[in-house]
């Protein structure tokens, strides 16, 4: 399973890149630091899965949302953001993220939902079905 991470923070970035490298069948695809990054990276790399901050420079993941949405672009997007607050969570699930979770509190919530994904897509492999098309958890 294909996983772009889209967050400036780079020890952030690098404690997600190293916990779900020991998940069977995480690929991490890329690393997007700015909203700019974020989209071309979803459209060029066709992660999916996507982790996405919702605060960075150059556009924020409410921004990456709204274009991915309109462009029908949809890979399962995970938002993880030390905002969590609830007009952000109801903001992206409205715009498409499937989860949402509090970077200081709900960090094992994200490797939870991406063993789940990748066990899914493994077994969907197996029966000729793509992950994508049978949602989230």
Do not use: W
Not at 32 to 45: D, I, S
Not at 97 to 106: G, H, I, M, P
């Amino acid at each position: 399973m294909r996983v772009l991470i889209a967050d400036d923070s780079e020890v952030f970035a690098q404690h997600l890149l190293q916990a779900l490298g020991e998940i069977n069948g995480v690929e991490i695809v890329g690393h997007a630091r700015t909203g700019a990054e974020a989209l071309q990276a979803v459209y060029n790399l066709r992660p999916e899965v996507v982790i996405l901050d919702i605060r960075m420079p150059g556009g924020s993941g409410i921004d990456v949302l709204e274009s991915m949405k309109s462009e029908k672009v949809t890979p399962i997007t995970i938002v993880m953001t030390n905002f969590n607050y609830s007009q952000y969570r109801k903001k992206c699930l409205q715009l498409g993220a499937r989860f949402f979770f509090d970077k200081s509190a709900e960090f094992a919530k994200v490797c939870e939902v991406l063993r789940l994904l990748a066990h899914r897509a493994s077994a969907s492999t197996e029966d000729g079905f793509d992950v994508t098309e049978h949602g989230a958890p």
